[in-house]
């Protein structure tokens, strides 16, 4: 069973996916868009303000191919 995922802010969201080799690659409106080597696909992790919630934060996960274990270790 997994641990109930922290309410995060984008800022907080986007330096975990940098940790896990994703950069930056630009900002279209409020959206910023990271891709990694490799993976099929961009990441777009919306620049709200206040915390992001967990529905919204568990798809970007799932967009990542990451497991809410694996992010929490790289918060």
Do not use: W
């Amino acid at each position: 069973m997994h641990q109930r995922l922290p309410a995060l802010r984008a800022r907080e969201v986007i330096r975990a996916l940098e940790r896990a080799g994703f950069t930056l690659h630009h900002q279209t409106g409020s959206h910023a868009i990271l891709y990694k080597t490799g993976h099929p696909r961009p990441v777009s992790v919306p620049m709200h303000p206040g915390d992001l919630k967990r529905g919204l934060l568990m798809g970007i996960l799932k967009d990542a191919g990451l497991s809410p274990e694996e992010f929490t270790e790289l918060l």
